[in-house]
């Protein structure tokens, strides 16, 4: 797939290419196991797939022990010959219209039944008993059936994001498998695209419509991840209530605290207006102990949304008084803090973590310490744990560090740099009786550069049981200054500390 700004190339089978003209011809070069091959008239149409299959059967030839064998590929051209028959109509045994409802007059495509037949189903059965057909489209879709059918001789497209959709409801609708899939790969791979209006939510409600889960969960990722960047865009407003609702259950949502959270969700209620028991829904999805006192009566005085349905959240709110009131561990005596509404969020505030940028991070291993508060609790509000960090970007497991070996006496076996990976330790300075009841999540932000913006596209955690995720950066490579994980040739990390509280003691009521 080749991409200049938003725009990709998707060539058949999804495959990536840097010559779509091969990816054509090879694609083209399934025709042989068509029983349609020997019983319909193929005019020109013929002779090129002829030539296809005589270009492919060269190609695969084994050549492997003759040093005066070459290759002979003349499969650009042959692509520019398929381009010229669909553009000028030579050979064509059959006519496709094209109306929709904002044009008076017909698109009118001259085709040929092989081709088409060979790649849609659709077509084949359409095409079966007549060779002029009449095809009723929306007018999204209708303004891209000629590329549409140009990847049908061609086996490859242009597309920009505004154009994704449409693509993928005519793969769909003519069972064109392979630009189907394609498509779907292109949009999973654009959701960092910058776009006007954003697109990541319209993406995320068309895979719901059509019921494509990799799709969906991709959108959602990318949502929760980069969380902070969509509340302050205009894509905010388009969220469905479902969707939002969705997010709003997530405890790996990136953002700068609960407060921030709670700010766009009263701006989305103000501006959407549900009846009352969504809008109630969608206030006690907010973890409001997460939110420091002082800012909890601020919003009890300030804000209309929480005014209006008080009555709904007083529980939830008298208990996050309760909770930075009282100490954790007493706390935990008589309310259940195992729930989503005392576990933090990945927040990005300075009290929770700390980013840390390392310049030419394949050099050596690198240290650093910072302090995050116990707890959410105000009750903990002035006790602060430091972290010690140790990154190794060569790090060895013990079953490939060198060892002496018997048949050569003082020999140690060669170990390559390529050979380790990279390692994220975090581990607190000291040890404190203020411990008791919590224990810590640690959570690894990495943030790439995608078309010109800084996201999140990678989230490592782990447990206090652990001091390291074992799959840390498992598939980078941190040699190349070009690697994705890479920006300006620095691993920009932000390490998040989240403090959760367990049930010590039952107390029977």
Known sequence: ????????????????????????????????????????????????????????????????????????????????????????????????????????????????????????????????????????????????????????????????????????????????????????????????????????????????????????ESCLQFLAWNLSAVLGSAEWGSVSVELLLLLLERSDLVLHSELELYTAVEGWLSRRQPEAPVAERVLRAIRYPMIAPGQLFRLQAQSAVLARHRGALQDLLFQAFQFHAASPLHFAKYFDVNCSMFLPRNYLAPSWGSQWVITNPARDDRSTSFQTQLGPSSHDAGKRVTWNVLFSPRWLPVSLRPVYSDSVAGAIQPVRIEDGRPRLVITPATSSPDFAGVSFQKTVLVGVRQQGRVLVKHAYSFHQSSDEAADFLVHADLQKRTSEYLIDNSLHLHIIIKPVYHSLIKVKK
């Not at 064509?92 to 001259?110: G, N």
């Open 1 to 216: 797939m080749r991409r200049r700004g938003c725009v990709a190339y998707i060539s058949r089978g999804s495959a990536a290419c840097a010559a779509p003209g091969r990816c054509a011809c090879e694609a083209m070069g399934r025709l042989s196991g068509t029983r349609a091959l020997a019983t319909r008239r193929w005019g020109c149409a013929a002779a090129f797939l002829l030539l296809l299959l005589t270009v492919q059967a060269a190609q695969k030839g084994d050549f492997s022990g003759d040093s005066t064998a070459a290759t002979i590929n003349h499969s650009l051209t042959l692509l520019q010959r398929l381009q010229e028959l669909l553009q000028n109509g030579n050979g064509s045994d059959s006519v496709l219209r094209v109306r929709s409802a904002t044009s008076e007059e017909p698109k009118v495509f001259h085709t040929h039944q092989l081709l088409l037949s060979l790649q849609s189903e659709v077509f084949e059965s359409l095409l079966r008993n007549q060779s002029v057909v009449t095809l009723y489209e929306p007018p999204e879709t209708a303004a891209l059936f000629e590329k549409f059918i140009r990847y049908l001789y061609c086996g490859g497209v242009s597309i920009l994001l505004h154009q994704a959709i449409p693509m993928h409801q005519l793969a769909s609708k003519y069972r064109v498998w392979g630009l189907q899939r394609g498509v779907a790969e292109y949009m999973r791979t654009h959701l960092a695209s910058e776009s006007s209006q954003g697109h990541v939510v319209g993406w995320y409600q068309y895979a719901v419509r059509v019921g494509d889960a990799a799709l969906q």
